[in-house]
């Protein structure tokens, strides 16, 4: 899948959301990874990375996720997940515990307002 078709970024008046469409996986997760980091000013005040329609994400696209958001979060950037409470893989990111290092919220746009509120 192309970089178009597997992400695309939008920035709401300095709050970049990052929208991740289909699967995420070894063959992937480098240049995903890449695509998101160069779509990320500094000046941003924080990233919404958009997972509600990502359908598969394997070891290396969760590691993407927490190397993104370690990164940004030494910028002083604040970071959300977004992906519905429903969403199988809500499990899968229960079980590497990333609320522990990045906060999951329903929608793009909640996440959004929450980093506004935090800002």
């Given at each position: 899948m192309s970089d178009e078709r597997l992400l695309r970024t939008e920035d709401r008046d300095g709050v970049v959301v990052a929208h991740v469409t289909g699967e995420v996986d070894l063959a992937n997760a480098a240049r995903?990874?890449?695509a998101l980091a160069s779509a990320i000013p500094n000046d941003a005040v924080g990233v919404v990375i958009d997972l509600s329609s990502t359908t598969y994400l394997d070891s290396s696209g969760v590691s993407l996720?927490?190397?993104l958001a370690?990164?940004?979060q030494a910028?002083?950037?604040l970071v959300r997940v977004a992906l519905p409470e429903d969403a199988?893989?809500?499990r899968v990111?229960?079980?590497v515990n990333?609320?522990?290092v990045v906060p999951i919220v329903v929608t793009a746009d909640a996440a959004e307002e929450e980093i506004r509120r935090e800002a």
């Open positions: 995903l990874g890449r996720v927490f190397d370690e990164r940004l910028r002083q950037q199988p893989l809500r990111l229960r079980v990333l609320e522990a």
